[in-house]
């Protein structure tokens, strides 16, 4: 902002008036606060706990998302740890003014990253199970999860089988089976048989047979 000064007298000699003014100037002010202060109405004041401010500052900053600044003159914030995360942008210090405003992230969520403003949902095939993940883990073989953000993976059905990370699980072909919770499937043994997705195998019937294993059916006995 610019100033100046006009000056107005009276020449009471001839009733006249003579105005003078300045050229504009703008005002300073010597501030030599050091980093974590403020220039205050009385001098350098601290900052307050959740901002912070740099060298020569007339006002503090709050402290933004993902950040925390837990003492008073501070010169900069300190960074939520991974797992964790603070949204707040920087509306109140008083969000920002312990290492108890980063929250722990949900089950089924995670922050890789210092100074996270909020976490991700696990992807299809992976969970986190509990609070306060860095990562998430992938289903193990057996196991699946076709949803995001979850805390937990699902075991597979008997008569199907998954690998890892997988998103859901495979039938085993005609001629396998498999019980609950498998990465793969077994063969039928000779004499028995099963069609896709079996649970168990079935042995042949009266009058048939199978002399191979992972046999989707038995063949007629023949006459003779």
């Known amino acids: 902002m610019e100033y100046y000064i006009r000056l107005t007298c009276d020449d009471n000699d001839d009733s006249s008036v003579v105005v003078l003014e300045t050229d504009p100037f703008m005002l300073t002010f010597n501030n030599s606060c050091a980093a974590g ?3 205050g109405d009385e001098g350098c004041v601290d900052c307050p706990a959740g901002s912070y401010s740099g ?9 933004g998302s993902g950040l925390y600044s837990p003492t ?3 010169s ?4 939520c740890p ?5 949204s707040d942008a920087g509306n109140l210090a008083s969000l920002h003014d312990s290492a108890d405003d980063c929250t722990a992230c949900e089950s089924g969520k995670y922050a890789d990253e210092l100074g996270s ?10 969970n986190a199970n509990g609070t306060g993940a860095e990562s998430c883990g992938y289903c193990i073989p057996g196991r699946y999860q076709p949803a995001t953000g979850q805390d937990d993976c699902i075991e597979c059905n008997g008569g199907s089988y998954s690998g890892f990370g997988f998103t859901s699980c495979s039938d085993c072909a005609a001629g396998n089976y498999s019980t609950e919770g498998s990465s793969t499937c077994s063969r039928c043994e000779a004499g028995t048989y099963s069609g896709s997705g079996a ?3 079935s042995a042949c019937e009266a009058g048939k047979y199978g002399d191979e294993k992972s046999q989707s059916s038995c063949t007629e006995c023949q006459g003779g």
């Open 37 to 39: 202060k403020y220039l």
């Open 55 to 63: 060298y020569a500052a007339f006002d503090c900053i709050n402290c």
């Open 72 to 74: 008073t003159g501070s």
């Open 76 to 79: 900069s914030c300190s960074t």
């Open 82 to 86: 991974t797992g964790k995360y603070l």
């Open 117 to 126: 403003s909020s976490c991700t949902s696990c992807s299809a095939g992976q």
């Open 199 to 201: 649970s168990s195998c």
